[in-house]
């Protein structure tokens, strides 16, 4: 394992409880960070701190991210305990099931493009500011494949991800110049919890269209998530970064 160097940095990551939010959580504990840990689920959130504080410091926000009072008490207690907040990592993330656009129920898709659009606009505008007060700052929206190409029977994820993509590109612009990066990586399916959601036909089209023929791995995800939230990350901004397997075109 190559070593990314972190230290002394503060890495807030949302959905950071399990999946590929805590695979970057072990990461960047190894690579010296500091975490916070956001996410909904106060049972798994506390799981969560409890094994990964073996590996460094570890703080846990439970939050809403569609909220704003929620994100913003989120951002209040991650500089109580930190000081500081180096490093966005957006992961938090929901399916929504599957379904065609004109079966899908409304309050399914708004409830989609809330935690996985809404929500990241929400942490970036309340963590911004204070990146631009220290001059330094990385941001890492973790967007899909889905986003550039469209999944059937997935418009409200694969709508919400090419919003999250506009978001980063848009943002990764505004604060070009001040020392602020803002990147996005776009996954092919990772074999994680939020399978749990989708039907099997749905799993087994992800697969179809994976020229490596398997999913992606979290440790993997976490490889190139953590190197963009590095220094060593200097002359890329507003930019998507492909973790597909061979599936994206562009």
Not at 99 to 115: C, H, K, N, S
Not at 123 to 152: D, F, Q
Not at 165 to 170: A, D, E, F, N, V
Request: overall charge negative.
């Amino acid at each position: 394992m190559n070593q990314i160097d972190l230290a002394g940095r503060t890495v807030v990551i949302t959905g950071g409880a399990r999946g590929i939010g805590y695979a970057v959580a072990q990461r960047a504990l190894a690579s010296g960070a500091e975490v916070a840990l956001w996410d909904i689920d106060s049972e798994r959130l506390e799981r969560a701190r409890g094994e990964l504080s073996k590996g460094g410091k570890v703080s846990v926000a439970v939050v809403e991210l569609t909220e704003e009072a929620s994100v913003e008490q989120a951002v209040q207690q991650t500089l109580e305990a930190h000081r500081k907040i180096d490093v966005l990592i957006n992961c938090a993330g929901i399916t929504g099931g599957n379904g065609t656009t004109w079966e899908l129920a409304p309050d399914v898709w708004r409830r989609v493009i809330d935690v996985n659009l809404i929500g990241p606009y929400l942490t970036c505008r309340a963590i911004v500011p204070h990146m631009l007060k220290e001059g330094y700052g990385r941001i890492v929206n973790i967007a899909s494949v889905a986003g550039k190409e469209g999944n059937p029977n997935a418009s409200h994820y694969s709508a919400s991800k090419a919003g999250l993509i506009g978001l980063t590109k848009s943002l990764g612009k505004e604060l070009a110049t001040r020392g602020i990066l803002v990147n996005a990586v776009t996954p092919a399916a990772a074999k994680t919890e939020i399978f749990d959601s989708m039907s099997q036909q749905h799993i087994d089209y992800m697969l179809s269209k994976i020229p490596m023929n398997r999913f992606l791995l979290p440790e993997e995800a976490a490889s190139l998530i953590l190197w963009l939230s590095s220094e060593d990350c200097a002359f890329s901004t507003a930019s998507v970064f492909d973790l597909s397997g061979g599936r994206a075109t562009y």
